[in-house]
C-alpha cells in the first residue's frame, strides 16, 4: 500500500521505464540486512511462488540462502502444510 501510490503516481501508463524506476522510494539491495532478508523473503517467497513453473526461482533461493534463511523458509514451508495438507 504504500509503495502502490506514488508508483500511481509516477507511472503514467502501464509500462514502467527505467529512469521512472529510479525516482521510486525502493532501498539498494546492499541497504537490506541479514535480519532484513529473514523478515521480508520468506513471505514474499510465499505470495510469488504460485506454481510449479516458478521452482527454479525457489531453489535458487534456497542455494544462496544462507543456513539462517534456509531455516526460516523450511518452517514457513511446515506452517504452510501443516495448515493445508500440503504437496511433498
Same mark, same amino acid.
Given at each position: 500500500m504504500v509503495f502502490d501510490y506514488p508508483v500511481r503516481q509516477k507511472v503514467p501508463g502501464t509500462? !514502467?521505464?527505467s529512469f521512472l524506476l529510479k525516482q521510486l522510494p525502493v532501498l539498494a539491495p546492499e541497504a537490506?540486512?541479514?535480519?532484513? %532478508?529473514l523478515f !521480508?523473503?520468506?513471505p514474499v517467497v510465499e505470495l510469488?511462488?504460485?506454481g510449479w513453473d516458478l521452482k527454479a526461482l525457489a531453489d535458487d %533461493?534456497?542455494?544462496?540462502g544462507d543456513g539462517a534463511l534456509q531455516e526460516t523458509?523450511?518452517?514457513?514451508?511446515?506452517?504452510?502444510?501443516a495448515a493445508t495438507g500440503g504437496h511433498g
Open positions: 509500462h !514502467v521505464n537490506y540486512q541479514v535480519p532484513d %532478508l !521480508v523473503v520468506p510469488v511462488y504460485t %533461493l534456497w542455494r544462496e523458509l523450511r518452517r514457513q514451508w511446515e506452517a504452510n502444510r
